[in-house]
């Protein structure tokens, strides 16, 4: 069993930053793959970015690629996604999701955090 808890969320202006902050509990965070989905009002949850167990590859979306870094500290059961250059499309929900393979669609993952909802003003 893997508990997962974003933090980090927030309103910023366009062209800002955030850093998220995934927790989770468990000695075992160290074998799953992590990845951050997101979801606006009205849409489906979409993949942002993924990481491997040792973090040795990562994945992003088309739309966040060169924009947002993906990385994890296995000692802090962390994962984090720092977000750069925001726009007001970015605005949604982001969740944090821990799974066994790690991969662009939401069935892969077994376990999700809450959320945290960030909010991108023009």
């Known amino acids: 069993q893997v508990q997962l808890v974003e933090s980090g969320g927030g309103l910023v202006q366009a062209g800002g930053s955030l850093r998220l902050s995934c927790a989770a509990s468990g000695r075992t965070f160290s074998s799953y793959g992590m990845g951050w989905f997101r979801q606006a009002p009205g849409k489906e949850r979409e993949f942002v970015a993924a990481?491997?167990?040792?973090?040795?590859?990562?994945y992003y979306a088309n739309s966040v690629k060169g924009r947002f870094t993906i990385s994890r500290d296995n000692a802090k059961n962390t994962v984090y996604l720092q977000m750069n250059s925001l726009k007001p499309e970015d605005t949604a929900v982001y969740y944090c999701a821990a799974g066994l393979n790690v991969a662009a669609v939401s069935s892969a993952y077994t376990y999700w955090g809450q959320g945290t909802q960030v909010t991108v003003s023009s």
């Open positions: 990481i491997t167990w040792n973090g040795g590859r990562t």
